[in-house]
């Protein structure tokens, strides 16, 4: 039986390069977020299991700054619109689980 080593995984490093952050976002526009295999393909250094992960991680944290500036927006933080602009076109809804409609893609509005 072959054990993997640390030198067999795919990773180096626990953290995300800016580099594999931005194939990730590229990949994720190109395949849809359901297919983690296809992404960590094209970013190639991460597996599908740490892609997966990160994808959990990146969609919380956008639906955490979107209500975020949603809430200064209603509350009427100086400001807060303008701040808020480029978050009224992502549709955060489609990050979420339930739907397995492979051809499902994220969905920016400008």
Same mark, same amino acid.
């Given at each position: 039986?072959?054990?993997?080593?640390?030198?067999?995984?795919?990773?180096?490093?626990?953290?995300?390069?800016?580099?594999?952050?931005?194939?990730?976002? =590229? +990949?994720? !526009? &190109?395949?849809?977020?359901?297919?983690?295999?296809?992404?960590?393909? %094209?970013? *190639?250094?991460? $597996?599908?299991?740490?892609?997966?992960?990160?994808?959990?991680?990146?969609?919380?944290?956008?639906?955490?700054?979107?209500?975020?500036?949603? =809430? +200064?927006? !209603? &509350?009427?933080?100086?400001?807060?619109?303008?701040?808020?602009?480029? %978050?009224? *076109?992502?549709? $955060?809804?489609?990050?979420?689980?339930?739907?397995?409609?492979?051809?499902?893609?994220?969905?920016?509005?400008?």
């Amino acid at each position: 039986i072959h054990k993997k080593s640390k030198t067999d995984d795919k990773s180096q490093t626990r953290y995300w390069s800016d580099e594999e952050h931005q194939k990730f976002l =590229d +990949a994720l !526009q &190109a395949v849809g977020p359901k297919d983690v295999k296809a992404i960590s393909n %094209l970013v *190639g250094t991460r $597996s599908a299991t740490q892609v997966r992960t990160h994808a959990q991680k990146y969609f919380i944290k956008l639906a955490r700054i979107k209500k975020n500036a949603e =809430d +200064a927006v !209603q &509350a009427g933080t100086e400001g807060a619109e303008q701040e808020a602009w480029w %978050l009224q *076109g992502i549709d $955060s809804s489609s990050s979420s689980s339930g739907s397995t409609n492979k051809s499902e893609k994220l969905v920016f509005r400008p």
